[in-house]
């Protein structure tokens, strides 16, 4: 897994608790209107009020320095996964349906249900690869300098001649 904000490529895991942050900050609360679920919520406290040592200060601030020398980068990029997140939140719909209609069905149903998910399996396929693609279109041609960032392009670039 590749992160921007670890310079291993194990992720930290978020807290089981949201940590409360300095009260003149009240970035918990603000958070909280921005982000309702709890999950990602932790994780971002998490992060935020962990005190990083050296190396990861410096790995996220050359990272901040590519964002800053690129200045659309970073809304390309959260558009972009954002999409991704979106495919794989209506994948995971998709086959609920077709498990909730093969249970109701019975065994009638079962070549039509293998067959649906086969289908949305291979369209989810389908759009994935095209956000993929259209993120190594983003950052293949950029000159990044960041780790971080170089390593989620050179992951990326195999994408970028798949269409």
Known sequence: MTSILYPTTECKQASKNP????????????FLRI?????????FLNVVSESPN??????????????????NLNG????????????????EDGRKRIFTFDDKKGSDSSIFASSSRLNITALTLEQLLSVLHDISAILTPLK????????????????????
């Open 144 to 163: 990044l300098r960041s780790d971080g960032l170089c390593v989620l392009q050179r992951r990326a670039e195999v994408f970028y001649n798949s269409k």
């Open 35 to 43: 982000c309702p679920d709890t999950k990602k919520r932790a994780y």
């Open 54 to 71: 050296a190396l990861t200060a410096t790995y996220r601030t050359e990272i901040l320095h590519d964002f800053n020398q690129e200045k």
């Open 76 to 91: 390309k990029l959260q558009t972009l996964f954002q999409k991704l997140n979106e495919i794989l939140l209506d994948f």
């Open 19 to 30: 940590i409360g942050l300095s009260g003149a900050y009240m970035l918990d609360e603000a």
